[in-house]
């Protein structure tokens, strides 16, 4: 498992990254990431996430602090000596190249005898169950097919670590769910670390082990998916991951593991203080949709309820969501399982709805 | 170029109806075809011009169609639309648009003005110059020119055979990349008498000697294409002698004031003149402008623009002064006395019949 | 792996039994999908017609009349119809007899007869002086006396121009007697016919051509090479630069496009002529003796240089182009598998500029192996390429015959190198933008 220490297998030690010497693109990156570990690197675009991923490649040099693979300082070792693999997110795969030629590649620059390497193209192919295709040149495959070549050319010559860049970035959704377990599959089967870069957050909680969340050139937060989708540790990431209601206000008061939240149109709800420290202080309370409930049968006795106006009902087949006034905040969302005893709420209507405590989270205030 | 003429044909009718309609007459306008630049601007002034005062209802359009005149004359022929009036070329094209039939034949005594003492057309214009479809107007020649500060001051050059002679001249020669003059001078240089010079080209053992010749200075050739590459390399210093038309030599020297030297020994004569396309459409106005532009006076007028020779003896009197530059063009002219005491006449039988085959030695020779 | 695979049928078609499909209202599809797609097709041919009859009028026309021109042989035909056929008897050995003359003498008496613009002695001499030097004369100078010949015709002739006495002139007029000849290829390959009829080489001191071709291609080969080796850094800086600097770097290699050729070869003079900037600077930096200044111009040299100068953007254009869309992760993808930089240029990005490398080369080769002017302005004698021989003789020796019968084989010749690209590189693989 990750953390931030020095004896990862591959370690960013306070690394910084500067492209005209006036911004900072990378601020202070700290991440170990363990052997055969599946870490995603999320964020939007323009958050560092690419730039981590190519110093980690050698394409780009960090401006400050160190990059460690098995404990070696990689900073001066050019990109073709690395020994990491990489799938790029247009597959970048040699379009005057057959699959078998571009297979062939990087073991043919290793020097390997052509017996060897026909032995590994074969079973690289068959991993990705490409088997047939090795004769085919790039243009003649589909888009998915494409996908497993980069991915059977960038493990063919067993390398420790494998990137991906956004590599399922141009495949329609169903097969993007597809190839998603296929890689995930395959990455902990050969047992090979793989940094993978995203900013499709569902991509994100279902393929890693660890996922770091980054903004503004800094990593938010670094956890399990469950921990990060559930335990948000600020606004950005609550708001980043998932779908999520926010209602703002002041701290009235912390006690232990709860906090009281004066909200903005004057009403106090209990929630969870996760980084907000003393009373006061501003705060934004998020909740997710999904743990917001009007059946009063499935309520718990301490759960916290509010008044609410139904504003929109939607039904969307396995869920219905519908949109209520929640304390001054229109968009407050609540979806609820289409369950045969669920009501249907119209709108115009007020309801009562409520939430477990420890579901609301308060949060920082965002600047 | 239908629009200039009907442009012409309603200014013609305006001046026409300010005349009055009793002395009306056709409007005509005609299509003369020249060489372009410098030599058509010295027709206009000498010809055209004066013509179109004296004949309101003339007007003149320039074609600067000279170049390939032959080739013009052909196509216009063939397609039955014949729109040239009356076109400037050289006499060996001349010769061939004649064969051809294509052009007119010419009376000479009977459609040209008689020099003013009386003698009549053929005697008055320079031995040989006539055609049979052919008026000359100006005899011009292709010289031998030097830069004096090539050589020193006591061993300048005077002759052709100085062109040949690289031990005692060096430096590089810009010649023509054409056979004619270069092998008339390499026969010349070599001891024949100009009048001899095509009778020994036309045999296979005068070829081979010219060559032969010419051998001698290869080396030391730079070959032009262009008329006015010649006095560029030679003003460049690229080269110590340069072969050129006689008009733009003059022009290099008196008008842009290069020291340049002219060597008329052996200098290649060679006529320009007029031709009449057959079955032009104007012809009466045309007859009637060729035998007023073609007199002694005329002649000699045009003279006064470029510094080409008339083509009639009876024109060297009347030779006077550059119209711009105030010289004397007497002395400049390639007929002048002083300049005429070895000319090579160049023989256009000679290039019509055996052109082809020198061009083919000659292209081979410079291939080697 | 899901596949959408969009097999189905339109629903609205039925099935016959035979299998062909009809439509709702029972016409056979095929005829419907024709009829509605006739519009389109009426619609496309009307948009392409006027490009159509531009080539057609002014590139595919004469072109066929310039190959037509190449083998069109009337001259002869037509002006000595009675001699012909009175030659076909004659053994080709010495000159004819009284028959044939008597022939020859009708024929020029026919000819005095025509309208002047119709008359056939003209072309028939001009025609002759090809094959053989003072024919013209003799058949111009003879045509004016022969109407008042007189029997017997062999002397009269005889007397009147020497070349009637000679078999070869006999021999020229019995074989370019034909509506075709060969004759303009036959000295287009520097050879010509002897005695006998048969094809034998020229004398040594007048091939001109098969020289000529030959040193137009090596010139041309050495200035696609040259284009190649200058453009190809070019082009790939272009390529990487951000387009504000790349647009300006691009006006540079255009530039030789915007200024006027007699500039263009005024600058070349300037610079490359043994009193020029290079060869004095040479000297004045005591690099070379004044003596032995370096003639780059007027020569091969100068048509190389000038060549190579004006050529270059059509080599990097299409570079260009190609390059552009190589995309970076190209050569990142080569090292990530541990190619060296060399080895990733070399196998990765190296070939996929080929077909940029294959269109430049064609465009260069081809433009340079029919250029003239410049040739002609700075390449002296030693730089002159087969298209002078042509303009010379389409514009002053007025040899059309011969001048198609050269472009012919220059086109027929480019056509050939086209048709090997296209076999060992592949047409459709070129890329020119």
């Known amino acids: 498992m ?10 960013f030690d306070r690394v910084q990254k500067s492209y005209d010497g006036e911004t900072l693109v990378v601020k202070d990156l700290n991440l170990s990431i363990a052997k055969g570990e599946f ?43 690395r020994g990491i693999g990489m799938v790029f997110q247009n597959y970048a795969l040699f379009p005057h190249m057959t699959v078998g030629e571009n297979l062939s590649f990087p073991l043919e620059v290793r020097g390997m005898g052509k017996s060897v390497r026909e032995q590994k193209i074969k079973r690289a192919l068959d991993m990705v169950q490409m088997g047939a295709f090795a004769n085919r040149r790039p243009a003649q495959l589909s888009g998915g097919q494409q996908q497993r070549i980069a991915l059977a050319r960038a493990l063919v010559f067993e390398p420790e670590v494998v990137l991906m860049d956004e590599p399922l970035g141009a495949l329609d959704k169903q097969l993007r769910e597809h190839m998603q377990f296929e890689i995930t599959h395959l990455a902990h089967s050969l047992g090979i670390t793989t940094v993978y870069v995203t900013h499709d957050q569902t991509e994100a909680l279902t393929m890693s082990d660890n996922v770091a969340v980054f903004d503004d050139g800094r990593i938010q937060q670094l956890a399990p998916p469950d921990v990060l989708y559930e335990e948000p540790q600020n606004s950005f990431v609550a708001q980043f991951i998932g779908e999520n209601n926010t209602l703002d206000g002041v701290v009235k008061e912390i006690k232990g593991d709860t906090a009281l939240v004066e909200l903005d149109t004057g009403e106090v709800i209990d929630a969870r203080p996760v980084n907000v420290t003393r009373a006061g202080e501003r705060t934004r309370v998020s909740i997710r949709p999904e743990r917001v409930e009007s059946n009063k049968d499935r309520l718990h006795e301490d759960a916290h309820t509010v008044k609410a106006e139904v504003m929109e009902f939607i039904y969307m087949g396995d869920v ?8 001054g905040n229109e968009n407050f969302i609540m979806k609820s399982r289409n369950a045969p005893d669920q009501v249907r709420h119209k709108p115009g209507s007020v309801i009562e709805i409520g939430w477990m405590p420890k579901d609301c989270r308060a949060l920082d205030m965002p600047a | 170029m239908t629009f200039k003429i009907k442009l012409a044909g309603a200014s ?76 400037d070329m050289l006499p060996s094209d001349a010769q061939l648009a004649c064969d051809e039939g294509i052009i007119m034949q010419i009376d000479h005594d009977a459609m040209l003005a008689a020099a003013p003492d009386g003698t009549p057309a053929s005697e008055d214009f320079l031995p040989g110059s006539l055609g049979e479809c052919f008026i000359p107007q100006i005899v011009y020649s292709t010289v031998l020119t030097y830069r004096p500060d090539a050589f020193p001051e006591d061993n300048q050059p005077s002759s052709i055979a100085d062109l040949f002679d690289v031990e005692n001249f060096p430096g590089r020669r810009a010649l023509q990349d054409r056979p004619g003059t270069n092998m008339e001078w390499a026969l010349y240089a070599d001891g024949v008498d100009p009048d001899d010079i ?147 006449v160049l023989d256009n039988d000679f290039w019509v019949d055996y052109g082809d085959e020198m061009r083919e030695r000659f292209a081979n020779w410079m291939l080697q | ?86 030659l076909q008897t004659w053994d080709g050995q010495d000159v004819p007899g009284e028959a044939v003359f008597a022939a020859l003498h009708a024929d020029f008496v026919a000819d005095a007869e025509r309208p002047r613009r119709d008359q056939a002695m003209g072309p028939l001499a001009v025609r002759l002086n090809y094959e053989l ?178 050529l270059l953007p059509f080599m990097v254009l299409p570079l260009y182009s190609v390059m552009r869309t190589i995309p970076p992760s190209y050569m990142r993808a080569a090292k990530s598998m541990g190619a060296t930089p060399s080895t990733a240029f070399r196998r990765v990005y190296f070939p996929q500029t080929l077909p940029g490398i294959g269109a430049g080369g064609v465009l260069v080769f081809i433009i340079s192996i029919g250029y003239y002017i410049t040739p002609a302005l700075v390449g002296g004698q030693s730089g002159r390429m087969i298209s002078n021989e042509i303009a010379r003789h389409m514009q002053q020796s007025l040899n059309w015959g ?17 048709w090997l690209y296209n076999r060992l590189v592949g047409a459709d693989s070129l890329k020119l933008g």
């Open chain 3, 1 to 86: 792996m899901a596949q959408a695979d969009a097999g189905a049928l339109d629903q609205n078609a039925s099935v016959e039994p035979t299998g062909r499909l009809r439509t709702a209202d029972g016409r056979p599809l095929k005829s419907a999908l024709r009829r509605a797609q006739r519009r389109r097709k009426i619609t496309a041919f009307l948009l392409v017609t006027p490009l159509l009859v531009f080539i057609l009028g002014f590139f595919v026309f004469p072109i066929a009349q310039m190959m037509w021109r190449s083998v069109d042989n009337p001259q002869v035909v037509r002006a000595l119809p009675n001699t012909l056929e009175a």
């Open chain 2, 198 to 344: 095509y009778d020994l080209l036309r045999t296979p053992e005068g070829v081979d000697r010219a060559f032969a010749k010419l051998d001698e200075i290869r080396d030391h050739i730079i070959f032009w294409t262009e008329g006015a590459q010649a006095p560029q390399l030679l003003a460049d210093g690229e080269v110590a002698f340069a072969t050129g038309y006689n008009g733009r030599m003059f022009d290099a020297i008196e008008v842009e004031g290069q020291p340049f030297e002219i060597i008329w020994d052996g200098q290649v004569v060679e006529w320009d003149g007029w031709v009449v396309p057959a079955d032009g459409n104007n012809l009466d106005a045309v007859m009637d402008y060729l035998y007023w532009a073609t007199d002694t006076q005329r002649l000699a007028d045009q003279a006064k623009f470029i510094s080409y020779g008339p083509a009639r003896a009876s024109s060297a009197a009347l030779v006077g002064e550059h119209a711009d530059l105030g010289i004397d063009m007497g002395p400049h002219m390639p007929t002048a006395p002083e300049n005429y005491f070895a000319p090579i």
């Open chain 1, 320 to 327: 219905f969501r519908t949109r209520l006034k929640v304390a």
């Open chain 3, 133 to 310: 030097s003072a024919a013209r004369g003799a058949i111009s100078r003879t045509s004016r006396q022969a109407v008042n010949f007189e029997a017997p015709y062999r002397e009269a002739f005889l007397d009147s121009h020497r070349l009637w006495g000679q078999p070869e002139l006999w021999r020229i007029i019995k074989r370019e007697g034909r509506p075709l000849t060969s004759a303009y290829y036959v000295a287009a390959l520097d050879r010509e016919f002897d005695a006998d009829g048969s094809i034998v080489r020229r004398d040594e001191n007048r091939r001109i051509y098969v020289q000529l071709f030959i040193r137009t291609i090596l010139m041309s080969v050495a200035i696609t090479f040259l284009t190649f080796v200058l453009g190809f850094p070019i082009a790939y800086y272009l390529s990487i630069l951000p387009m504000r600097y790349s647009s300006l770097l691009m006006i540079c290699v255009l530039l030789p496009f915007w200024t006027s050729l007699l500039v263009r070869t005024s600058a070349w003079i300037v610079l490359l002529q043994q009193q020029g900037v290079i060869n004095s600077s040479l000297v004045g930096l005591g690099l070379m003796d004044d003596a032995n200044r370096v003639q780059m111009i007027y020569n091969m040299t100068g048509t190389i240089v000038a060549m190579t100068h004006i």
């Open chain 1, 2 to 11: 990750s953390d931030s220490g020095t004896d990862g297998f591959v370690v």
């Open chain 2, 12 to 87: 013609a009718a305006v001046s026409l109806l300010a005349m009055g309609a009793a002395q009306a007459q056709d409007p005509v306008s005609l299509t003369i075809v020249s060489w372009g630049g410098a030599y058509t601007a010295s027709q206009v002034r000498a010809y055209h011009e004066p013509y179109m005062e004296l004949n309101p209802h003339v007007t003149i359009i320039n074609d600067d169609g000279s170049a390939n005149a032959l080739a013009g004359l052909r196509a216009q022929s063939q397609a039955g639309n014949v729109t040239w009036d009356l076109v």
């Open chain 1, 39 to 81: 870490l995603t690197m999320l964020g939007p675009s323009g958050s560092g996430k690419t730039t981590c991923l190519m110093m980690l490649a050698g394409f780009e040099t960090a401006t400050h602090g160190e990059i460690l693979l098995d404990r070696k300082p990689i900073n001066n070792i050019p990109p073709h000596k």
């Open chain 3, 402 to 418: 011969l001048a198609a019968a050269l472009g012919t084989m220059l086109l027929v010749g480019v056509l050939v190198l086209y």
